[in-house]
Nanobody
Framework: QVHLVESGGGLVHPGGSLRLSCAVS????????TGWSRQAPGKEREFVAR????????RYADSVKGRFTISRDKAGNTVYLQMNSLKPEDTAVYYC?????????WGQGTQVTVSS
């Protein structure tokens, strides 16, 4: 079993920055990738970013490319999402996920609100 706990959400003004953290614990040996998705009110959950644990390769949604950066602290199995130049349309609940050969695990989510 894998457990994910997100933190770092909050209220920020447009143009501001936030860093989300995702603590990954449990049976992490078989995890090969972690990522972030988000869900805004009335919309479906959408992909934001992903990092491959073996190669440290990354992938981003077009809507966040150049503004968001996903990274990983290998020692502590913590995954980060640095979000810069935030826009009101980035407002959503952000979910961390981790994938092994059997399934995808999800955290409980953290709220990010971008508003003046």
């Amino acid at each position: 079993q894998v457990h994910l706990v997100e933190s770092g959400g909050g209220l920020v003004h447009p143009g501001g920055s936030l860093r989300l953290s995702c603590a990954v614990s449990g049976s992490t040996f078989d995890i090969y990738g972690t990522g972030w998705s988000r869900q805004a009110p009335g919309k479906e959950r959408e992909f934001v970013a992903r990092i491959n644990w073996g190669l440290d390769s990354t992938r981003y949604a077009d809507s966040v490319k150049g503004r968001f950066t996903i990274s990983r602290d290998k020692a502590g199995n913590t995954v980060y999402l640095q979000m810069n130049s935030l826009k009101p349309e980035d407002t959503a609940v952000y979910y961390c996920n981790a994938q092994d050969v059997n399934r995808i695990y999800w955290g409980q989510g953290t709220q990010v609100t971008v508003s003046s």
